[in-house]
């Protein structure tokens, strides 16, 4: 998934210590404790989210995102 790589990359460029997806929201990058939204990116729909899921998580930690709705991995 480009979109991916492509924040993978800015958050290694930006030495950001977190990366946020969340529906309905662009990516933000949390660079000095601070949340930075990133204008450039598109709003993440449902669709991306599970797409992103699918590559990153194991299906145990996709159980725990559906059902505490957050995962930190």
């Known amino acids: 998934m480009e979109l991916l790589d492509n924040l993978f ?4 460029e930006k030495d950001a210590t977190d990366l946020h997806c ?3 929201h662009k990516p933000f990058l949390r660079i000095r404790d601070i949340l ?5 990116y598109p709003v993440f729909t449902e669709q991306d989210l599970a797409d ?5 998580l194991t299906p145990k930690q996709i159980e725990q995102l559906q059902d505490k709705i957050d995962i930190d991995f």
Not at 9 to 12: H, I
């Open 36 to 40: 930075i939204e990133q204008l450039q």
């Open 22 to 24: 969340g529906e309905g």
């Open 9 to 12: 990359d800015l958050t290694r």
């Open 52 to 56: 992103i899921s699918k590559r990153l």
